[in-house]
């Protein structure tokens, strides 16, 4: 859209708030007004040539042929179009024809809403304009709003004409309507300014798209082309694809059928764009209103081309019901298998955090692809994210997984980073993805990163926060790169960057490094004391316990309600379960015999600190066996922890003695590809006695993990970066996860050198001068 285009429109429609609308509506409130006024401007210019022709259909369809229902086949082929209006109304009759009576022309201003098709009124629907209509003719506005949208100086129809001097109105194109659309949010809404870009991308970033995706198969194109956006806001990308393919001027003159399919969840942009299908004769029931996440709206249908620009670092958790059940994903689109570290596949979690919901529709995407064996094709997609989605989530977790998923099904073709401030809400990086299920040969098992950020020309006036944008000549450069899967080294500071790589370059094992536990242990009143108290209720147990001393074992009840009152006021937040458990006598009476077996142990053992919690451990067994007191393992092991503690100086804590001989051995070396030598380092510590190994407790406290990249033996790298460091460290592989991250800062970041000192002394003592010069000045010396 040129900048003279642009600017009559901003300029039309800063008139309608100016002369109408300042004093009927706030100024997030001229959207309301303006863009549904815009779209019936379209399609009401569109029917004026052929109004005569559809009245002169109805008239036969009622009169001659005697029809109780009308023949929309009919009406349509009279209209020229997919839709009509069956009233004796245009808007410039109801401009023309008007009086100073503003009932009047509201009646006939519905009655012209009442004529149209059921596609047009649902559209209207959409837009609430009837209540729009009234509000306007109740404050005396609806005539000069009329007038300034029948002005034969403004063109609102996708399609040239000229003014009555004969020059040349340019048309307005569905990217027009997504500026339209963008001017209203920047210039009106400054409060809800978040919603701005949402629905609009950027002309060059939409014409980057097209090319990536239909260049480097323009000579295969199918002889029925089918693109779909699950997030088509006003349907720009839609619409731009189609003319890019069926371009007579382009190189790819594709010669079938181009089908849209979209869905939008916001009523005004479905209604751009649904109306804009209507107007270009594509078929508007492939556009859907609704999320695209909560409802899988086109199951089983699978497509040639997907563009997309979802929504980033928004919430899908109002969705979130109908993709899972509890921890059960319940929608077909986000359930995978993915392989473990031991090679077994297994259910994964393909779902993201709930306050970023852009990987779904990624996702949505994927099982909308083409098998090979349904198109020899298969699917292109190109879909645009920012930051997160290359690198948020732990391995494990949804977005990893995602991206593994992906990755590993060699779908991933390439990822374009884009310059900062191209699009108009937004000064974040953002990244093209660009997946196929189809690559070429030399493209498969490799995925192309190109950095194009500092590609860009800065533009002469800002709008919002897009300051530049693509030239062609940067979008064929980039183009190029994609297409000729080139390599390049930056040159200073300005030009394009790429790099190949491997699919399994993303990829990394998260390993456990396990250090044993190590704990003193000693009796005393202090810490015996705390065995009063439940662990988990400590806080309301120690209150009630000195607020009302022994009556919470003599009169427990009495005190409840005051209790519970406190947990209110401290806002504890207990559950019901919590509450119970709290005010239950048989809860205190639990602790207090606990306590009462804790004194009894510490008189019979002393209060000497051990060293060696093992022997320790065996003490209190022996004890409890002697006294005959029956503990179960929590109430023992609350025992336990109450008086130990850890420390380095400490013995380790065994978890237990196992015997490994014979088959038990060589199962568990097969296992863990290792020798009997290399046990110790899996956790298994050899013993005097021979095929026996001790095992110790771990020390959750001091777990670490390590990133080993996929290409790399994960013992290797631990002998090499871990086990010189920690001698006493094991790795807990039944704990590997595999992840997926990428990284264009580690891959294409260049170290910058320091200045010299000497430079920057140079440059201090220079201003130091020019300083010292200009105090002189002031103090007049």
């Not at 594709?254 to 209507?278: F, Q, R």
């Not at 000064?427 to 093209?432: E, L």
């Not at 994609?482 to 960057?497: K, S």
Request: charged fraction near 30%; charge should be negative; aromatic fraction near 10%.
């Amino acid at each position: 859209m040129n900048t003279a285009v642009h600017n009559k429109l901003v300029s039309f429609i800063w008139s309608i708030a100016d002369d109408c609308l300042r004093d009927v509506y706030v100024r997030g409130k001229y959207r309301d007004v303006i863009l549904p006024m815009v779209v019936l401007r379209r399609l009401d210019a569109l029917l004026e040539p052929t109004k005569t022709a559809v009245l002169e259909e109805l008239a036969f369809q009622k009169n001659e042929v005697g029809l109780t229902e009308l023949d929309e086949n009919g009406l349509k082929e009279a209209s020229g179009y997919v839709f009509y209006n069956i009233s004796d109304w245009t808007l410039q009759r109801l401009h023309d024809t008007a009086t100073n009576s503003q009932q009047i022309l509201q009646a006939n201003f519905e009655d012209y809403l009442n004529g149209f098709s059921a596609n047009v009124k649902e559209i209207i629907e959409k837009f609430k304009l009837k209540s729009q209509v009234r509000h306007m003719a109740t404050k005396d506005v609806l005539l000069d709003v009329l007038e300034k949208f029948t002005s034969p100086y403004i063109n609102l129809t996708p399609f040239e004409k000229a003014d009555p001097e004969g020059r040349k109105l340019a048309p307005l194109s569905n990217l027009g309507m997504g500026y339209v659309f963008e001017e209203l949010i920047r210039k009106f809404n400054e409060d809800n300014n978040e919603e701005a870009g949402e629905h609009f991308t950027p002309r060059e970033v939409i014409d980057l798209m097209t090319h990536i995706i239909f260049d480097p198969v323009k000579d295969k194109l199918p002889p029925v082309m089918t693109i779909y956006d699950p997030a088509c806001g006003s349907g720009g990308m839609l619409t731009e694809s189609q003319n890019f393919v069926k371009d007579e001027e382009g190189d790819i003159k594709a010669k079938g059928d181009v089908y849209l399919y979209g869905k939008e969840i916001n009523d005004e942009t479905y209604a751009i764009c649904k109306s804009d299908m209507m107007i270009k004769g594509n078929n508007p029931e492939n556009i859907r209103v609704g999320s695209t996440l909560s409802t899988n709206e086109f199951a089983g249908t699978k497509f040639d081309f997907m563009l997309s620009n979802p929504p980033y670092g928004k919430s899908w958790a109002s969705e979130q019901k109908y993709i899972k059940d509890g921890k059960e994903t319940i929608d077909s689109r986000f359930q995978i298998k993915l392989k473990d570290y031991w090679g077994i596949e297994e259910d994964a979690d393909a779902i993201p955090r709930s306050s970023d919901g852009q990987l779904l529709f990624l996702m949505e995407m994927v099982d909308k692809m083409k098998p090979l064996n349904q198109s020899p094709l298969g699917t292109r997609i190109a879909s645009v994210h920012n930051g997160s989605s290359l690198f948020t989530g732990d391995a494990g977790g949804g977005e990893s997984n995602i991206r593994r998923y992906i990755i590993e099904n060699d779908w991933l073709d390439a990822i374009v980073q884009l310059p900062n401030n191209l699009f108009y809400n937004t000064g974040i990086t953002t990244y093209i993805w660009v997946l196929s299920n189809n690559k070429a040969t030399h493209r498969k098992g490799k995925v192309q990163l190109i950095d194009a950020r500092q590609l860009y020309r800065k533009l002469r006036k800002n709008l919002g926060n897009k300051n530049c944008e693509f030239s062609p000549e940067h979008i064929k450069e980039i183009v190029s790169v994609y297409t000729n899967l080139q390599a390049i080294e930056r040159v200073g500071e300005e030009g394009i960057a790429a790099k190949v790589f491997d699919n399994q370059d993303f990829g990394y094992y998260k390993v456990s490094i396990e250090r044993p536990k190590r704990l003193k242990a000693q009796f005393s009143e202090e810490r015996i004391a705390e065995l009063r108290f439940d662990k988990s209720l400590r806080e309301p147990m120690a209150w009630a316990y000195e607020t009302f001393g022994e009556e919470v074992y003599t009169n427990l009840e009495k005190h409840q309600k005051t209790i519970l009152d406190w947990c209110e006021k401290q806002e504890l937040n207990l559950n019901n379960k919590q509450a119970s458990t709290l005010t239950n006598p048989a809860t205190w009476q639990k602790q207090i015999d606990l306590l009462t077996i804790a004194s009894q142990l510490m008189t019979a053992i002393g209060t000497d600190e051990y060293s060696d919690f093992n022997v320790f451990r065996n003490d209190i067994e022996s004890e409890l066996k002697a006294s005959k007191s029956k503990l179960s393992s929590s109430e023992k092991n609350a025992i336990l922890n109450a008086v130990s503690w850890y420390d380095p100086t400490a013995e380790k804590v065994i978890k237990t003695t196992t015997k490994l001989t014979g088959e038990k051995l060589t199962k568990l070396l097969e296992h863990l590809d290792c020798t009997e030598n290399q046990l110790s380092d899996y956790g298994y510590f050899a013993t005097t006695k021979a095929g026996e190994y001790i095992e110790y407790e771990t020390e959750s406290d001091l777990r670490d993990t390590e990133n080993v990249p996929l290409k790399e033996n994960i013992y290797d790298y631990f002998l090499r970066e871990v086990k010189p460091h920690v001698p006493e460290a094991w790795l807990n592989l039944d704990a590997t996860k595999i992840g997926y991250e990428i990284s264009f800062n580690k891959y294409f970041y260049r170290h910058k050198p320091l200045r010299s000192l000497e430079d920057v002394t140079t440059d201090i003592l220079a201003l130091e001068t020019e300083s010292d010069g200009l105090i002189a000045e002031i103090l007049g010396f």
